[in-house]
């Protein structure tokens, strides 16, 4: 929500812990700690795992204190950030540090987004501004939470810290990484994916390098620089032109109509898992846009990487499915997950007029990533969707969802 203040400024304030989310949905953050994550006494004292971290370590946030984090604005006061010297990137909006956010009782690692000299590129500010008034409407553990905005030598967005950095820097690093633990990874940002459509959000920028890790185990969805929410009578959103748009992770509907809807994520989502498997290469590698745009148009596809399982690489392709001509749709029958669903979005003639791409294709990640995964580490969407609808954070259930135990 924004509002102009006495001076003119723009002012972005905080939800309130009860609200009614974009699309008429209400639910309640409330004593919710999507951090803190205990772990489970293993039942078999013989079985010897390698420990995941929701496991092993309590991860608080830093909306854990309600009465330092639920002010009346996400402003922050410029006496309470103490910012590092180095980078941790750069980009056209100006450079990213870190920092260190202070509060009353404690002191938390935080990301600072610094805005580049306002007077250069007036637009520049208006996108972080937009950036981050969705990321204030967001709550997901697979999500990276905004902290506050901070107006002082430059505009600053504060953020929570992902200390390894972006998914396709660390994959190229660590080589020797298991099928399982990459599996792990895809599968958590499948669920802030489907975080984000159940509130009505398309991001319009997924991709390895927008994927954050906490630890080698954790990732988190990070830059809404593009993102856009939806009222509850649209199901896409339509660009006025062609920016500077990421080409190779976008689908044929935003080039050619500039139509972007949670289905146009999945595709994103689809090269994103090629990038994961590939240990961070480049899609399309040696490409040019245009060509691209042809090889897709000509029915062709990316190869599967290198040691990428079957299963996985079956996703990607279902990721990519597009039917050429935008007025014949092809329906997709006999579908025993689609059947099963009560997905209602909006009939993408560039999907099928009856495959309802988005919810296949997660739950179909949640059933491969069964097969894949270790019986401890199996995590259903569906729960996932169920704790969303029926107003209990999912978070405050990850580690039923992690260790299999029940929700009664």
Known sequence: MTSQSGDGNEVITMRPETQADIGGRSRSTAKLNPYEMRPEKSRNKNVSQEAMPMETEVYESPYADPEEMKPKTVHLDRKQLILDEGELGSGNFGTVRKGIYCMTKSKKPVAVKILKNEDSDPAV???????????????????????????????MLVMELAELGPLHKFLQKNKQIATKNITELVHQVSLGMKYLEENNF????????????????YAKISDFGLSKALTVEENYYKAKGHGKWPVKWYAPECLNYFRFSSKSDVWSFGVLMWEAFSLGQKPYKGMKGNEVIQMIERGERMEAPPACPPEMYELMRLCWTYNACPYKAQSVSGNPIANSTKYSRVKDCAYGEEDEMVRVVFDKLSETAEKVLSARTKVTLNTAMDIARDGTSTAGNLRCMYTGCSRN
């Open 125 to 155: 500010k208006e996108e972080m501004l937009r950036e981050a008034n969705v990321m204030q409407q967001l709550d997901n553990p697979y999500i990276v939470r905004m902290i506050g905005i901070c107006e002082a030598e430059n505009l």
């Open 202 to 217: 398309v991001h319009r920028d997924l991709a390895a390098r927008n994927v954050l890790l906490v630890t080698q185990h």
